[in-house]
């Protein structure tokens, strides 16, 4: 298969962009740019995908046009979610068919200077400050197809802005839901973390039920300031009638600390574009994910590791489970600049398959400039130890019981690397449900 793809069945129309500017109500120069990006969109709409990223990923069968952005309300109260009423939180937000629902953040909390809340708003409102990494800094409207697509049509978004020197201690909270069949989602997610500063974020997508069409074509964009540290978590747990692209990355600069936690669980089929920029001297990043696929599912990852400055260190680690006739795809590059001397680059995927009829592909790889650095990388991929299921059913563990045991322990060292506890239990807990422990059968 290759990258090339009917142009008409992945874009958006002229005419399709030109009903949804009629519906916004928005300042020129957000107007502007949105033209300047559906632009740059139709341009890439004319060229191939790009082959490296893209061929083991078939959209094919994908249709653009069943899709559109919603209008009119929506049912916010038919949402339920994983995270939400888990824990006390500092501030929440949920977004629903593309539109703000809700949004709450304490009082304590605004007093230090945070901004919490609906992007366009407090774009709008705050413009000379947000501007400058909107869009400018980590994912830029001419990075590929998916980007400017977003960047012409985003809707609702959720704005983290943490001024220089404020701990935020509490976790934030974001949804992103559908409840509408046919919905086009185009959600973005701004967190700005300035310098000696600290925040957690946690943020979901998900369905109103499973019998809903939907497309979320979202972007995140992180940006991590010297000696900041950010911690955030997204739980992608779409119904398997929806399509799910992304392009997100993050940038930390000296010394700063990204801990980014990547969980997909639903969708069709879900892409996802994930850089990790490391532009400042000394600079971390750990990179966790957790994957667990079922029935007909295609989950695919295309991640960066680019160590641009000296002494930087990333270390990414994503566990994939699969089942059924699920696919899983994770293509990995670590990219060292010659500037960046003392880079300590590791990543790795492993796999676990629970049928024969599963396929995961893990692509490793490194990109090295520089001569004094240390970089490893690897990937595994196998089924489920025979012996140890019978060593458990011998001692009167059920079969499926044996099995959730066996899965729980695969994903454990990713669990031990997520400091946050309603994360590391609501995974547990999900886990087991992807499982069917009531009525999965081993094949």
């Not at 740019?33 to 139709?42: D, K, P, V």
């Not at 609702?156 to 201690?169: F, Q």
């Not at 690397?417 to 059968?441: F, H, N």
Request: aromatic share 8%.
């Amino acid at each position: 298969m290759t990258a090339t793809i009917n142009i008409s069945r992945i874009g958006f129309s002229s005419e399709v962009f030109d009903e949804f500017l009629s519906n916004r109500n928005e300042a020129s120069w957000i107007t502007d740019a949105r033209r300047a990006a559906f632009a740059r969109y139709e341009e890439f709409l004319a060229e191939e995908l790009d082959p490296e990223e893209f061929k083991r990923v078939d959209l094919r069968i994908f249709n653009a046009a069943k899709f559109r952005p919603a209008t009119g309300e929506s049912d916010a109260s038919s949402v339920s979610t994983l995270l939400a009423n888990e824990t006390e939180y500092g501030g929440s937000i949920r977004h629903v068919d593309g539109s703000m629902t809700h949004a709450a953040i304490s009082e304590d909390i605004t007093a230090k200077g945070v901004l919490f809340g609906d992007l366009q708003t407090l774009l709008t409102e705050n413009r000379e400050l947000l501007e400058p990494y909107f869009m400018r800094q980590a994912v830029k409207p001419d990075s590929d197809r998916f980007s400017a697509w977003h960047a012409a049509f985003w809707t609702s978004g959720t704005l983290l802005y943490v001024p220089k020197g404020v701990e935020v201690d509490l976790p934030l909270h974001s949804l992103i839901a559908h409840t509408k069949d046919g919905v086009a989602d185009f959600g973005h997610t701004l967190i700005i973390v300035e310098d000696e500063s600290r925040a957690t974020l946690l943020e979901e997508t998900t369905s109103a039920n499973e019998d809903i069409n939907g497309l979320h074509v979202g972007c995140v964009e992180l940006i991590v300031g010297k000696h900041a540290n950010l911690r955030y978590v997204q739980l992608q747990n779409w119904n398997q009638k929806s399509w799910h692209f992304a392009h997100q990355a993050g940038n930390v600069g000296n010394a700063g600390s990204l801990q980014w936690t990547v969980v997909g669980l639903g969708s069709k089929l879900s892409h996802i574009h994930q850089d990790v920029n490391l532009n400042g001297r000394a600079a971390t990043a750990e990179v966790n994910g957790v994957t667990f696929a079922s029935d007909r599912q295609k989950i695919s990852y295309y991640t960066q590791q680019h160590h641009k400055a000296q002494g930087t260190h990333s270390d990414l680690l994503y566990k994939e489970v699969l089942r059924d006739a699920s696919r899983v795809i994770w293509r990995g590059m670590i990219k060292v600049d010659a500037a960046a001397q003392q880079t300590d680059g590791y990543q790795r995927s492993d796999a676990l398959m629970l049928s024969g009829d599963c396929r995961c592909d893990s692509i490793p790889g490194l990109e090295i400039d520089a001569d004094d650095v240390r970089c490893t990388h690897g990937a595994t991929t196998g089924r489920v130890d025979e012996e140890q299921l019978f060593y458990a059913q011998s001692r009167g563990i059920s079969q499926n019981e044996a099995m959730h045991m066996i899965v729980e322990g695969f994903f454990q060292q990713v669990y031990d690397r997520i400091p946050i506890e309603i994360v590391r239990e609501t995974l547990s807990r999900t886990v087991q449900g992807k499982l069917g422990i009531e009525s999965m059968e081993m094949v």
